[in-house]
């Protein structure tokens, strides 16, 4: 599937740039191309990887490149105002060469939050293809002006999107880690989830025994305003136990190749999903089984697949295979699209009223005045 990547904030526009050097690595062209937003302009002068011509700074003339403050209405207000100038970037995509849009965000900070929304609902408006979000979550311990943030800004996401995949901060944060190092990892983590959804139906050699097209991929997605989530796992290949360096032949260790499948799907499926949710909780799947061709079991795949069509308890999970033939591991991806329920989601919506009760405390602790905080008119989540 080819996407056209729209980056705002800064979150999202760190993501953009990991996907680019993704794209580059793997040799396999799936991003179009990428434009970064932002109301900050040493975020955007920071990036490496987004071309500067796609850069567009909004709200110049309010906060004089200075960003939001983690404001999102005010984020919201500047992406609105300026977007005349986020759609010339946007119509510079050569888009008859695009399957999807997607626009990227952290949902806690003030642009990015404010901001993909009205971005998000005004590419839907003009372009026939679908516009999916990629939203960041903070995670727990960011405090509650990021909660309120994500809370309001997810609602609006949803509604805007065709459908929003999320990615939570939290789940994905290792103890100990510095916030920068951390965020890098966490997005190269975001980066090969998308990269190899997105790469799988692009590849061309080797052929892969059934094909992920975009319609697949959007097919799962949705194109209601719903929720999705991306589990990914790989299990390292031992190189040195087939003839001449390879690997044994399928034929040879048929019932170990689909073991091994079938295992990696349900490692991928039940744990490290971008937003832990239960399976049952789901309305559609697919997975991606990706490795060197010989390694990668057809039978593995269709047995991966039955077992996640009992789990989520929908006939609706499709398949498909990446062969890859500079790779020492086998690795499956499982997206999960319509997502009816997820712990953080529940804890966004809770969070989110008990801020409203704490708004003038926050305000005060964050030395802002409560007006910035007026929550008057915030929907509850969903
Ligand atoms: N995964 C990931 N999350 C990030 C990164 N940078 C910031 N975040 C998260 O994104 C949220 C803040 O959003 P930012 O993108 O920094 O803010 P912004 O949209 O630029 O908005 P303002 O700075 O308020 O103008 C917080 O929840 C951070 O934890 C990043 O590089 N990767």
């Known amino acids: 599937m080819r996407i056209a990547v729209v980056a705002v904030g800064q979150a999202g526009g760190k993501i953009a740039d990991a ?136 609602k609006t996401v949803v509604d805007h999107a065709d459908a929003t995949l999320l990615f939570d901060n939290g789940a994905h944060r290792e103890t100990g880690e510095s916030l920068a190092g951390g965020y890098s990892r966490v997005n190269e983590t975001i980066a090969r989830r998308i990269g190899v959804l997105c790469s799988a139906g692009e590849a061309t050699d080797p052929t892969p025994e059934k094909v992920v097209d975009a319609s697949e991929i959007i097919n799962t997605l949705g194109r209601s305003g719903g929720v999705a989530s991306i589990g990914y796992a790989s299990t390292p290949l031992d190189r040195k136990r087939g003839l001449f360096g390879g690997f044994k032949p399928v034929s040879e260790d048929a019932l170990e190749s689909t073991t091994r499948v079938t295992a990696t799907v349900r490692r991928a499926a039940l744990g490290n999903l971008t937003l832990p949710c239960e399976l049952r909780d789901v309305e559609r799947a697919l997975v991606v089984v990706s490795g060197p061709p010989e390694t990668l079991s057809r039978k593995g795949v269709e047995d991966g697949r039955a077992w996640l069509e009992e789990a989520t308890g929908t006939p609706e999970v499709r398949d498909g295979d990446y062969p890859l033939r500079d790779t020492d591991h086998l690795a499956a991806l499982v997206l999960l699209g319509g997502v009816t329920e997820a712990p953080r989601l529940r804890e966004l919506r809770a969070a989110a009223v008990e801020a409203q009760r704490n708004v003038a405390a926050i305000a005060e602790r964050a030395n802002l005045s409560a007006g910035v905080w007026d929550t008057e008119g915030l929907d509850p989540l969903f």
């Open 19 to 154: 996907l680019l050097r993704y794209e580059r690595d793997s040799e396999v062209d799936f991003v179009v191309d990428a434009v970064a937003v932002n109301t900050a302009r040493a975020d955007l002068l920071g990036l490496r990887e987004v071309p500067p011509g796609n850069r567009v700074l909004i709200g110049g003339d309010r906060v004089k490149g200075h960003g939001a403050g983690a404001d999102n209405e005010l984020g919201a207000e500047l992406a609105r105002d300026d977007i005349g100038e986020v759609r010339d970037a946007v119509d510079a995509i050569p888009t008859s060469d695009v399957d999807a849009f997607l626009v990227v965000a952290g949902l806690g900070g003030g642009t990015g939050s404010g901001g993909a929304p009205v971005i998000a609902s005004e590419i839907r408006r003009i372009y026939e293809e679908p516009v999916f979000a990629l939203g960041v979550l903070p995670a727990r311990d960011e405090g509650g002006i990021y909660t309120l943030n994500a809370a309001r800004s997810l």
